[in-house]
């Protein structure tokens, strides 16, 4: 059994072959069986805690204290992120964050607003 890729739109991993297309039953994209082929390299998806795609630019919420190496404080539950830049790393994102600078968070611990 051949493993069918996921949906480039939804992320969705119930696509279905129908004749030389695939077609995502969640959101309704269909696209080539050969166009997928011949990418071969698809981009990487990342989703939040809730499951949410993020995106650069995105706002997102840290979910639990988060705290910092070498001593410099917690990042508290309930702080809003700005303007995020998803990178391809151990941790996801880059961002700023007002009175901490600049840090890398991981997906997990976020969720978008």
């Known amino acids: 059994m051949s493993a ?3 949906c ?6 119930f ?4 004749g030389s297309n695939y077609v995502c039953p969640e959101c309704g994209h269909e696209w080539q ?3 997928a082929a011949a990418t071969g390299e698809t981009a990487r998806i990342y ?3 809730s499951g949410n795609l993020l995106q650069d630019g ?3 919420t840290v979910i639990k204290d988060l705290k910092l190496k070498g001593g410099g ?7 809003k992120v700005k303007n995020i830049r998803l ?9 700023k964050i007002d009175g901490f600078g600049s840090m890398s968070l991981k997906t997990e611990f976020v969720r978008k607003v």
Do not use: F, N, R, W
């Open 87 to 95: 990178v391809d790393s151990d941790h996801d994102i880059d961002c």
């Open 8 to 13: 480039p739109q939804c992320a969705s991993a």
């Open 15 to 18: 696509t279905y072959e129908d």
């Open 4 to 6: 069918l890729p996921p």
């Open 58 to 60: 995105d706002t997102v």
């Open 33 to 35: 069986a050969s166009a």
């Open 73 to 79: 404080g917690t990042v508290k539950m309930g702080t």
């Open 47 to 49: 989703k939040d805690a």
